[in-house]
DNA sequence: GAAAGTAACTAACGCGCGTTAATCAAGAGG
DNA sequence: CCTCTTGATTAACGCGCGTTAGTTACTTTC
């Protein structure tokens, strides 16, 4: 056990005093260091291997230099999100350039305000983002409350908070109105997730609005909640065709969701987008992938990490950015899984 | 900007002394508390919204309460991992239980040491999981002499830390076994990743394994080195294709990876498993949805997750286990991916 | 009834660092 | 020669908490 190093022992190598060391090593500007007196506590510092206590440091600056990153939603969805690794990797990345670190933490629907006040008064983190919010999520007013820059991933209506999203409604009405232009009229949608996620029930009112300005009839029977993974776009999926109601194509809230979604039409002999054209949401990876690539609205999670970021930094800077929200931009990008209705395969 | 509440305050209000009150709210058995005392206590601190605050905690008890997940690759392969969200997942759900946190890293080759050095020198974390780690790591070393507990999500032959992995190689075999069953001969070897990554090497060797067992020879013109993502599996196949060599079958040693290599099997007319069987490595949830479903060697990161969060524990209590590794099963699942050679489809 | 406990609590130190106010040397100005 | 700056450095306090070594008051023991 070998005695952890100070900067006590630093400034004694280097023969100056601790409150020196701390200046130097901070590159505290406003008091003015002889150059080669910097250079020897450099030196002591990098000979005895010392790396200021993090604990410490965080106690004396009131900083902890770590913001969090809260998921608003269980383990087990957690697991089978193919989003998630884009968020993180984003985030990762800037944050490392900005010598920061990262907790990350996970709520389930309930318990969010406990969670949040722990995080927040137990002052472990700078700042949070928060993603995929609930609509129905308590915690958020408390949040509204606290001192703690937040920011969240996803868009809560009403809620002083700021925010960086993408615009689900719009992008998810340029989806439905591909296939309308495609000539379907009988549209069936798929969420994303239960409604309460915002994401979910945005995009769903975009999918109205679509049918809306088009003339077309909304019918609730075709519409169908899933939840994140693809078991739920399976399940769903049968549900949907053991209704009996009659449907040729599908826009699926969520890429992850429409492979089960694809799984279970396959299974019932249908073929893609011979008898039904399926329009996704994500832009995952393996949209280009599999067979048949997947007609999808893109969106870039790395972008919504970095923009989370920016607006997180300058709101621990003490910052008031001129708009609450940020929003990103997203395009459609049609592939083999969406077609004119009733052409066969050329 | 609300005066921060401590410990102090919740003393005042309760009457007693800071001593009191820490004792009473960590439940300290050494020294006996009244009831009615540790009951006041407690009112208190729920009245005042008391949260203790995490670096004071951490300075002076010298637990910061939180492990840390080393990911040894860089972001943009981070951003594209299927798996990683299972063995977040898995990890979140163990510590939330034990109230710990999660501060998660990255590191890039090259500039390993400095990470790791910064992250148990400044103590950061009480422990860490290193995942997917390199052979030639040079903070390997490092982290052999240093206090912290250390686990490691992957195996580095000859290493005197702890870890946590399947047996890779005897997996591949019973994988490419299974082909060879099937009565394929020319069996192509598509990496998960570049050999330097353990996992990697391991499985190749599997594949190797199994090839001399069974008298065939080992053509290392049939072997591919893949990196991670679907992209590199599907230019590592069109190079595969390109080569002129024949093969009835491929080992992918990733799921992931498969779905790119599906894709270029795809592009040049061949149909799987008529033309090619293909076998998979780690189970993702896509491997069952997709079309023909994924023969793969099953591994659960929730289970490997748990047991290096348990491992972990112990070598942070203190203790010692006795072995130095643990191994997980693993299991071939066979699906549609995977079929005797000339056999058309039924 | 003095010595020896025992239960219940507290004063005070230390964790390692950031930071303010103070100190000291050295030169500038008169 | 003495004051006044300026530049370079340091003593000392505080961040909020865990924890040891007491200190009380109240029993028990012979």
Redesign the interface.
Known sequence: ??KR?TSQDVADLAGVSRTTVSFVLNNEQRFSIRPETAEKVRAAAKQL????????R??ASNQ?K?IGLIISRA??Y?????F???I???L??VL?QNRQ??????VEPGQQLETY??LT????IDGMILMTPRLDDPGIKELEET?IPVVLMGYIPGSSLHSVDVDNLAAAETAVNHLIELGHSRIACITNAALPYTSASQRLEGYKSALKKANLDYDENLVWEADF??QSG?HVTKELLASGREFTAIFVASDNVA??V??AL?EAGLKIPDDVSIVGFDDI??AS???PTLSTVALS??DISVESYNLLTRLMRGEVPESLSVTLPTHLITRQSSREIGRRAT
Chains 1, 2 share one sequence.
Do not use: C
């Not at 291997?49 to 410490?56: R, T, V």
């Open positions: 056990m070998g190093i291997g010392y790396y200021p206590n993090a604990s410490a965080a106690l902890t770590t383990p087990q957690i697991a089978s999100d193919p998630l690794p884009q993180l990797g984003g990762m990345e490392k670190g990262l907790l990350v933490e996970w006040l722990e008064r137990a002052h472990h001192e993974d693809m399976y492979l089960g694809y799984s396959r990876p393996l992938f599999i067979s999670g790395h």
